[in-house]
């Protein structure tokens, strides 16, 4: 591994100082940072460690219902805070499933998206609840959704010297339920083939009145599955409409074939984790309806 200096500043002013040279690089959990330090695949001549920034390791209450969680928090706090497993289910769901309980308490929620891995567990249920990313760079703060940040496999939409320092799950919405669902060879320390994860809202009627589905490792960069989300809007939740939206979802896939699975693998298991996954968000809403 390369030499490089450290620093370990204590607010996030100090952290956008710290990150102004171009070869600064922000240091959350490290548990992806490191490992591509090591083999050579990233460089850094400054290490800038964030967990010491009292905004981005603390998960807070909104006063709207929202929760705001830093993006320092390791994933084992995200998955144990009770307004998030409350309120955001499949937010907690997703991040007991990256890595070992030893990697949850050291990795992070912002680290999971910012390493933009087409696999991340973490992002797909933060797309469904809406969640929107707040950055901090030289020219003060923005916000952005959080699926806009995401403009290929290992690149994001951060300008120099930009940090993400948080991440806003916005009030959940009455009668609406999230689930995120993956398929790995393996149950635990393992990378996604193909993850889905889906969000409706229904009306009083019980018709779906918002929808959305959002796939990971089937394309460069996660994916709505617009044709699905379209297609489940204004019916009533059944069967043969979450078998019509898993083929709708498949065929918005992008995947490529590697070692794990090959293109046509992945768009079946994308249309099966679909139905799945919708089936379950009805579960979550009625109690009534069994997971197909």
């Known amino acids: 591994m390369q030499d490089f200096s450290y620093?370990?500043?204590?607010?996030?002013?100090?952290?956008?100082?710290a990150m102004r040279d171009g070869e600064a690089r922000a240091l959350a959990g490290g548990t992806d940072l490191i490992a591509q330090l090591r083999e050579g695949r990233r460089r850094a001549g400054r290490i800038v460690d964030l967990k010491w920034v009292p905004a981005l390791t603390s998960i807070a209450a909104l006063p709207d219902s929202g929760v705001l969680i830093?993006?320092?928090?390791?994933?084992?706090?995200?998955?144990?805070?009770?307004?998030?497993?409350?309120?955001?289910?499949?937010?907690?769901?997703?991040?007991?499933?990256?890595?070992?309980?030893?990697?949850?308490?050291?990795?992070?929620?912002g680290g999971n998206i910012c390493n933009a891995a087409p696999s991340a567990d973490a992002v797909p249920?933060?797309?469904?609840?809406?969640?929107r990313a707040r950055v901090a760079g030289a020219d003060g703060q923005r916000e952005m959704a959080v699926e806009a940040l995401f403009e290929g496999p290992g690149r994001t939409a951060l300008e120099f010297g930009e940090i993400l320092i948080s991440?806003?799950?916005?009030?959940?919405e009455p009668r609406s339920a999230a689930t995120y669902l993956r398929f790995t060879p393996r149950r635990e320390m393992d990378i996604a083939v193909a993850g889905v994860g889906t969000w409706l809202r229904l009306a009083v009627g019980g018709a779906v009145a918002a929808a959305r589905v959002v796939l990971a490792s089937v394309g460069p960069v996660p994916l709505r599955a617009l044709s699905a989300e379209t297609a489940l809007i204004g019916e009533k939740p059944s069967p043969a409409l979450f078998q019509e939206a898993g083929r709708l979802a498949a065929g918005d896939a992008r995947p490529i074939s590697d070692t794990r699975g090959s293109a046509d693998y992945r768009r079946s298991l994308v249309a099966v984790l679909t139905r799945r996954a919708l089936a379950d968000c009805c579960a979550r809403l009625d109690g009534r309806m069994e997971a197909l």
């Open 7 to 17: 620093e370990r500043p204590d607010s996030v002013e100090a952290a956008v100082a």
């Open 70 to 109: 830093g993006a320092a928090v390791s994933l084992s706090a995200v998955a144990q805070h009770a307004a998030v497993a409350a309120d955001y289910p499949a937010v907690a769901q997703s991040a007991r499933l990256i890595g070992s309980v030893q990697i949850q308490n050291r990795a992070s929620l």
């Open 125 to 131: 249920a933060l797309i469904c609840h809406g969640a």
């Open 167 to 172: 991440i806003l799950l916005p009030p959940p």
